[in-house]
């Protein structure tokens, strides 16, 4: 990764918020986990549900013992077995999070790592330490820019345990979601395909469902795991 992407150093890292909520995305719907949320993000998705963790520099800054203490002080306050590391995109402060991830692993917590999944390169050095990965599909449509590429090189770098999460808005298109079953056509292992509409936001709207349903029922001519699952944390009114 170039040097002018990283967002941090091993010893600290802009840090928007550390909490304790329930997932509300992936086939981890519903269980508790620590999030970790990092600041400063390298792709601009008008579906965003966290704008203000966009910005670089955004948040504040936290030493790698601020962010243990934090950690450790929810651990203790009921019982959680995961750390969700998420952003902004947290792959853009791939030093601290090795030593997290390594300092997670010896606390007995499993590391739940959030990406939009365009920088394969600190995946793959992270790839060892991470019990699950949530990578994004992202759509032109929503992005302004072709990220297919990096999408393909993320998934031979990303480990066992990924799954695949793809927003869908009321302008994907066909031609999208083929391309997007093509990159999973081709990656390494099978893969679980989340498809996830859109939570409303500003202009932004969900895909219509007959348009889901179509989606879903090409999905299941190439991978082995489809589910619908809409977000729930704003319907419940979590973090």
């Not at 808005?169 to 079953?181: C, D, F, G, H, N």
């Not at 081709?186 to 179509?214: D, E, N, S, W, Y």
Request: proline residues 8%; charged residues 20%.
């Amino acid at each position: 990764m170039s040097k002018a992407l990283l967002l941090s150093d091993s010893a600290r890292a802009r840090v928007v918020g550390i909490f304790s909520s329930l997932q509300g995305e992936g086939p981890y719907l519903g269980e508790r986990q620590i999030f970790v949320r990092f600041g400063g993000c390298n792709l601009r998705c008008d579906y965003c549900d966290e704008p203000h963790t966009i910005t670089i520099p955004s948040g504040r800054v936290l030493s790698i013992q601020d962010i243990e203490r934090g950690i450790a002080s929810l651990a203790k306050t009921r019982p959680q077995r995961t750390v969700s590391w998420t952003g902004g995109e947290p792959l853009l402060h791939p030093l601290i999070l090795t030593r997290l991830m390594r300092w997670a692993r010896r606390k007995g917590l499993q590391n739940h790592l959030e990406t939009n999944g365009v920088l394969p390169a600190p995946m793959a050095a992270l790839a060892p330490l991470c019990d699950a990965v949530a990578m994004d599909i992202k759509l032109p449509s929503s992005t302004g820019r072709e990220t297919w590429s990096a999408h393909r090189a993320f998934l031979q770098a990303a480990p066992s345990g990924t799954f695949v999460k793809v927003v869908l808005t009321s302008r994907s298109t066909v031609a999208e979601w083929r391309i997007v079953l093509d990159v999973l056509k081709h990656a390494p292992r099978p893969v679980p395909l989340f498809l996830q509409p859109a939570t409303p936001i500003g202009a932004v709207k969900p895909i219509a469902a007959a348009r889901c349903m179509r989606f879903e029922a090409m999905a299941r001519k190439v991978v082995k795991k489809v589910v619908v699952r809409p977000q729930w944390h704003p319907l419940w009114g979590l973090p």
